[in-house]
């Protein structure tokens, strides 16, 4: 069991007014986090009441699956440990997660090469919504959070087909589909898409919907659906998008 290690204010205040060197670190040693200490001169880090046994599997580039065990295995993890979206969500807690547990992860997967972006993902420079959305290890729980199904034989079937069509990751960017019971009724309708006419998922098709969502959103349109109405709803609508995209 490793204890999970929170960055202290005074640090992360450090680190942010060194944005430039803090990431030439991270490129130089890419596989230890013992540059830490000396970079920012003293201890940066504090203990925290978790401790996991816990390490990421190599990511794969390659992988048809795109990290579902990883996301799967997180979301278990915090599931077991009683830790929810609040704690998960949060700057020290997601970049303590990624320093302690993740480190070599994150540079195999995002690496330090654009500071802006490294800060506003580890640091929620851009803000918490932005931030989750980007964060290595917020994003894998967050595609997790809004699939898991427990009324499925397979609690993770729709994880997996969202693993396995990439175009719908773009769903956790729009504010206006957050809704736990739209986005999940989103993957159903694009998986049931799938199983009748065996096409996936395409990235204009998905910004189409979102567009439309968030004009049903403002009208409440979607509060007054049950779960099979807005499926079938959204399947038609998808049915209409690809014939005119095809």
């Known amino acids: 069991m490793k204890n999970l290690r929170y ?4 640090a992360i205040t450090m680190f942010k007014a060194n944005k430039e060197d803090f990431c030439a670190k991270m490129r130089e040693f890419p596989n230890s986090t013992d540059w830490l200490k000396s970079f920012y001169g003293d201890e940066p880090t504090v203990p925290s009441k978790y401790s996991f046994d816990f390490e990421f599997k190599p990511f794969d580039k390659k ?12 979301y278990e ?11 998960i969500y949060n700057e020290k807690f997601l970049t303590g997660f990624i320093f302690t547990f993740g480190y070599e992860y994150f540079m195999n997967v995002m690496g330090a090469d654009q500071v802006t972006h490294v800060f506003a993902t580890l640091f929620f420079d851009d803000g918490t ?4 959305a980007r964060n290595v290890v917020g994003q894998l729980y967050r595609y997790v959070e809004m699939t898991v199904d427990d009324t499925l034989v397979d609690r993770y079937e729709i994880t997996r087909y969202v693993f396995q069509n990439p175009a719908l990751f773009r769903i956790k960017y729009n504010t206006s589909v957050d809704g736990e019971n739209t986005t999940r009724a989103i993957f159903k309708a694009f998986r ?7 096409k996936s998922p395409t990235t204009p098709m998905v910004e189409k919907l979102k567009v439309h969502l968030s004009v049903l959103a403002n009208i409440s349109e979607t509060d007054l659906m049950d779960e099979r ?7 038609e609508f998808i049915k209409k998008v690809d014939h005119k995209l095809a």
């Open 7 to 10: 960055f202290t204010d005074d």
């Open 63 to 74: 992988s048809s699956t795109r990290d579902f065990d990883n996301a799967v295995a997180l």
């Open 77 to 87: 993890l915090f599931e077991e440990n009683n830790i929810g979206p609040a704690t």
């Open 129 to 132: 919504h932005r931030a989750v």
């Open 192 to 198: 049931e898409w799938t199983e009748e006419t065996h």
């Open 229 to 235: 109405a807005l499926i079938n709803y959204l399947k």
